[in-house]
Structures are given as C-alpha cells and as structure tokens.
C-alpha cells in the first residue's frame, strides 16, 4: 500500500510563488510515474503536471507550461511542484499521484489521466488572491 502525503500549499498574491511536495511511503517510489492534479470547486479534477521514474521526462497541462515545474528526488521518495507566477485561476486543492501500477522500464508513456494513476493523497489547499 502506497501512502502520498502533501504539503506546502497555502494563500499567496497574484505573482507569486509556492513550491508543494509529496512524500510517498510504502512503495518502491522510483518504480512509480508521478503526477499532481488539480480540482478547483465545480470543476473536476484535472491534469497539472507529470514526471518519469527517474524524471528525465516531465510534461505538463497546457494552462501552467512555463510557470510550474514538477521534479521528485527518489533518494527522498519526494516529487516537487514549483509553482512561479501564480494566478487566481491556480486556485485549488492540489493532488499528487501515483501510478504503481504501469509497466517499468523501456519509453516512458506520459500519463494524463485521473485513471491512469492508482495511489493518490488527501491534497492540499493552494489559494491565489488577486
């Protein structure tokens, strides 16, 4: 059984900056492919940002490419994400995510998916004010 848990969110001003981890236990974390999600009220939870099992690929959604970047530090069984020139659409509760399930090795398969992923955490509130 894998067990996220996040931390690090909080209330910041149009403009700037926080920087949110995830730190997985239970598991072999640098078999896992890793991603954050995001769910703003009404809305359904959707794709932020995601990394390889050693991180040499990452990828992200359309609405945060050149602002975030998701990194992880498997000696640390921690995934990052650095959140830089945040805006009030940024607001939301912030997942991360495990997919424990996919095959290891070989080209690493970008997953965007809520299902792609099996393990996920309690998440952690980000607000933006503008």
């Known amino acids: 059984q894998v067990q996220l848990v996040e931390s690090g969110g909080g209330l910041v001003q149009t403009g700037g900056s926080l920087r949110l981890s995830c730190v997985a236990s239970?598991?072999?974390?640098?078999?896992?492919?890793m991603g954050w999600f995001r769910q703003a009220p009404g809305k359904e939870r959707e794709f932020v940002a995601g990394?390889?099992?050693?991180?040499?690929?990452?990828y992200y959604a359309d609405s945060v490419k050149g602002r975030f970047t998701i990194s992880r530090d498997n000696a640390k069984n921690t995934v990052y994400l650095q959140m830089n020139s945040l805006k009030p659409e940024d607001t939301a509760v912030y997942y991360c995510?495990?997919?424990?399930?996919?095959?290891?090795?070989?080209?690493?398969?970008?997953?965007?998916?809520?299902?792609?992923?099996?393990?996920w955490g309690q998440g952690t509130q980000v607000t933006v004010s503008s």
């Open positions: 995510a495990a997919d424990a399930r996919g095959v290891y090795g070989g080209t690493y398969r970008p997953r965007y998916r809520r299902d792609e992923y099996n393990y």
């Open positions: 990394i390889s099992w050693s991180g040499g690929i990452t």
């Open positions: 239970g598991g072999t974390f640098s078999r896992y492919g």
